[in-house]
């Protein structure tokens, strides 16, 4: 079972989806069309096979418009499900739940579609000691809930933000002048729990950075010869992190260049959802 999210964190990002859906009037075509005390009852399905993930921001969507409606999980977060499963029941007021349906179903179809990517990923590394992590090129606003769903799929997350880590890239050592100049700095400034990483795109600068001993060293475009060779040099003295363009059909051969770790930024940003839909 995956640790959820408190909905604390999920409510202002439903509330501000719900706002956006509602407009200035509201759902209309409920109001015209549906009787005020009508009820209803409905269930999410999953119409593709695929990996759980956001049922929260689907119960919280409709509590946001009918408090006393009552959301039934029939699945959990990080669970794998076939086509044709029913992930929730939900019975409460018609209109509320017909206003809600859009919001519920844009972030629990996402959401699922990015643990879904996620564990494809991992199965492609089954076996090598690489673990598949996310990057920040999320959904603005969504970045929370897509890194949860990345742990749901069974990869891990990466910082998630500018403040919790020190990742120095390209642009950070032309501003310094050099690989060992930016770590030096890097490591005089960050406190003893922040970790310092440092992109590089050739052995050289991997050499250069090995020097200054950062945490991490990001291998940044390497071919998997190169990959193969920064394993052998590092000999397990930092962690290594392979990154840039890394796709299913390569991953498994980053994997066994012995990298400890293969960031993928397509977890998130090239995403399709599952299809989920809600059902009367």
Known sequence: MIEPLPDLLIQPIVRQALAEDLGRAGDVTAQACVPADAQLSCTFGARRGGVVAGLACA?????????????????????????????????????????????????????CGVATLTRDYVAAVAGTHARITDTRKTTPGLRSLEKYAVRCGGGVNHRFGLDDAILIKDNHV????????????AKAFAGHLMKVEVEVDSLDQLHEALAERPDVIMLDNFSLADMAEAVRIVAGAVTLEASGGVTLETVRAIAETGVDIISVGALTHSVKVLDIGLDA
């Open 59 to 111: 119960r919280l969507a409709i509590a946001e418009l009918d408090p006393a409606a009552v959301f039934t999980p029939h699945a959990h977060d990080g669970e794998v499900v076939a086509a044709g499963a029913v992930l929730a029941e939900v019975r409460g007021n018609a209109r509320a739940i017909l206003s809600a349906e859009r919001t519920a179903l844009n972030l629990l179809g996402r959401l």
């Open 174 to 185: 032309a501003a310094c002048g050099s690989v060992g100049e930016a770590v030096r700095r």
